[in-house]
């Protein structure tokens, strides 16, 4: 990969941490009241979608799995959202990662490389572990892909975890493809929604403020879900 490949366009260069109470980047205008109808077609190529397609409601997550304020969402209200609204039928998720360094492209690489079935659970891994390997808890955050060692050696442990050898752990944290993926999903969530932060949720095609609680997503989700 060369370097202009490993340069993070747009939202990457942007990271403020901290600012906006909750998201990684700036937050915005409290966004227009949704209503119960899907904006946005989920396509097959997507890597990561659950639950029916027929559900009444689609939750769309922009995430960076290197931001600690994602992996805080998916560890705390995630699980709520699985077991209560998309195990259930009611609601229809989908994870669309971006990147804010170049370890997630590294990261996602190495969940792209467990296949649609496991990805999710790769995922899931890498942010309930993100202190062994995240970027700004290593205090590599922001720096050339191959001068961050402790970030690599993080990652290259929880590619043991998830069952991969050596071999292949080095070529996924290495998948050129990685940060093109990323920053298409970048541009198109620029373009359609005016993405500035992660995680960013998008319900019904509307912009909502990030829940801070599985209380708060349930005054976000049941309203859409009455009658059902």
Known sequence: MNKRQWIIAGLALLVTAGVGGGLYFANRAVPPPITASTAEVIGADELHVMGDPAAKVTLIEYAAL???????????????LKEKYVATGKVRYVLRLIAI????????????????????????????????????QMGEHGVAPDAQP???AGLTKIGRA???????????????????????????????????????????????TTPRSPEDLAKILDPLLEGN
């Open 162 to 208: 998830l069952g991969l050898d050596e071999a292949k752990i080095f070529s996924c944290l290495r998948d050129s493809n990685a940060l093109d993926r990323l920053q298409r999903t970048a541009e198109h969530g620029g373009t359609r929604y005016g993405l500035t932060g992660t995680p960013t949720l998008i319900v019904n095609g509307q912009i909502v």
């Open 101 to 136: 360094d170049i370890a997630d492209a590294k990261a996602e690489g190495l969940a792209t490389c467990m296949g649609k079935d496991k990805f999710d659970a790769a995922v899931d891994l890498l942010y309930r572990r993100q202190d062994e390997w995240g970027p700004e």
């Open 66 to 80: 290197a931001c600690p304020f994602c992996a805080a969402f998916n560890n705390t209200i995630v699980p709520a």
């Open 150 to 152: 402790k970030t690599d």
